[in-house]
């Protein structure tokens, strides 16, 4: 049941959902910063502590994005789909690549490891976005 929402509200959820990508991305940088190699931060339980910080900011960042796509008209959410559709293979692709390259030669983890790989996935969904609105233009 789709219900009509004011400006107000839009507003509203707009500036919650910038908020919410804004808290996601300083928890990010904070949690990167804080594992640095050259900060040495001990004990191991602070070192995980950080690594589990951008867990809660992430989760309600995908979570206002997926409230906000199913507010969305039906043409809106279909270009949203087809953006997945596409990004999900490429993510598939680009993982099974680098899979068989790292047997193949020594790939350096400073180079491709997962916290730099997973940067390509927003990459290929907007990539999408923007191949699915050519499409209906």
């Known amino acids: 049941m789709q219900t009509e929402t004011t400006p107000k509200t839009e507003r509203r959820w707009m500036y919650t959902g910038y908020a919410a990508t804004i808290v996601w991305g300083i928890s990010l940088i904070v949690a990167r910063l804080a594992l640095d190699k050259e900060l040495q931060l001990e004990p191991t339980s602070l070192r995980v502590a950080a690594a589990?910080?951008?867990?809660?900011?992430?989760?309600?960042?995908?979570?206002?994005?997926?409230?906000?796509v199913r507010g969305l008209d039906e043409l809106h959410r279909r270009v949203h789909l087809e953006a997945l559709v596409i990004a999900?293979?490429?993510?598939?692709?680009?993982?099974?690549?680098?899979?068989?390259?790292?047997?193949?030669?020594?790939?350096?983890?400073?180079?491709?490891?997962?916290?730099?790989?997973?940067?390509?996935?927003?990459?290929?969904?907007?990539l999408g976005l923007v191949i699915s609105w050519r499409r209906y233009r």
């Open 52 to 68: 589990l910080l951008p867990v809660l900011p992430t989760a309600v960042f995908i979570w206002f994005f997926v409230a906000r």
């Open 88 to 126: 999900y293979p490429l993510a598939i692709l680009l993982l099974v690549t680098l899979g068989f390259l790292q047997m193949a030669i020594d790939l350096s983890p400073e180079d491709w490891s997962y916290r730099h790989v997973w940067v390509y996935l927003p990459f290929f969904y907007f």
